[in-house]
């Protein structure tokens, strides 16, 4: 399911991958594993929230950005 | 000439990398890189909301948790729309009471189903064949079936193939003709004389020394 919508606003399930990353930087895999979703969605949610400047991506780690953290 | 020029299509064959794609589906934009470290079915339907295909879509969602349960993620395509294939798989639904878990990608440009051989002119010029592709985790393309349009195809024999792929893998063995999970597989034959000999001690059932099954 994309991660944001048309309105540049997450959705459920990005919500759902920000809180995820809320710990810190964690890996698709991980994020995988924390919202029980599967990681193919996840990787392309993943994508989504970085292009909307909501998470970041460094190597294989991901993390919330200061916009993304707002949102929680 | 131009006719001619446009039967040559590269088709992707068995032991190739599968080819990468960028598509919309119904759950957004994906990879084929997304996929990785998963084995995954990628089928093509001729179009939306006509009836073959809509068996077909029920039986897909019928046998994808089985798929799941053997870590096999379901990745349908059509030259239909987002938005068409979102109402087909809501009428899916409302009428016959069956979800659609997997996404669908929408081919309208034909971008993915060229890459993949799917449109096949001598069925139709504009309609993607009843392909499946069946990719492994290093996203390896491992079987090809094609079917043509009116004839739906088989979960019964796409759960097999992968049963017997993951089988093959697993074990370094094959597997029979009507092979099924439990039954007796095929030692790999001897490449030396030596172990020609040997093969016939080992305690495999063998017909003769190239001819051998053990049970996994």
């Not at chain 2, 068996?55 to 239909?80: N, W, Y």
């Not at chain 2, 798989?89 to 051989?117: C, Q, Y």
Request: proline residues 7%; aromatic residues 6%.
């Amino acid at each position: 399911m994309p991660c944001v919508g048309p309105d540049g606003k997450p959705t459920e399930s990005g919500i759902a991958m920000l809180r995820a990353l809320k710990a810190g930087k964690t890996s698709a895999e991980d994020v995988a594993a924390v919202t029980g979703r599967p990681l193919y969605r996840v990787r392309s949610g993943l994508r989504d929230l970085v292009g909307a400047g909501l998470a970041s991506e460094s190597g294989e780690a991901y993390a919330l950005t200061k916009e993304g953290a707002a949102i929680l | 000439m131009e006719e001619q020029m446009e039967q040559v299509v590269s088709m992707p064959r068995l032991g190739e990398k599968a080819p990468d794609f960028e598509a919309p589906t119904t759950h957004g934009v994906l990879k084929l890189s997304d996929f990785k470290g998963s084995w995954l079915i990628i089928f093509s339907h001729p179009a939306d909301f006509t009836p073959v295909c809509t068996t077909e879509f029920m039986a897909f969602a019928k046998i994808h948790p089985d798929l799941q349960k053997r870590g096999c993620e379901l990745l349908g395509l059509s030259v239909d729309s987002v938005t068409s294939h979102i109402a087909w798989v809501r009428n899916i639904e409302e009428k016959t009471g069956v979800k659609i878990s997997f996404p669908v990608i929408a081919d309208l440009n034909k971008e993915v189903s060229m890459k993949f051989g799917m449109v096949h002119p001598g069925q139709s010029k504009t309609e993607t064949v009843r392909t499946v592709f069946v990719i492994d985790p290093n996203q390896v393309i491992r079987l090809i079936l094609y079917y043509p349009l009116t004839t739906g195809r088989n979960m019964d024999e796409i759960m097999r193939v992968v049963d017997a792929l993951q089988m093959t893998d697993a074990n370094k063995v094959a597997t029979p003709a009507n092979w099924r999970p439990g039954e007796m597989v095929i030692v790999p034959p001897p490449s030396t004389q030596e172990m020609a000999e040997d093969r016939l001690k080992q305690g495999y059932e063998c017909v003769d020394w190239y001819f051998c099954k053990k049970n996994v």
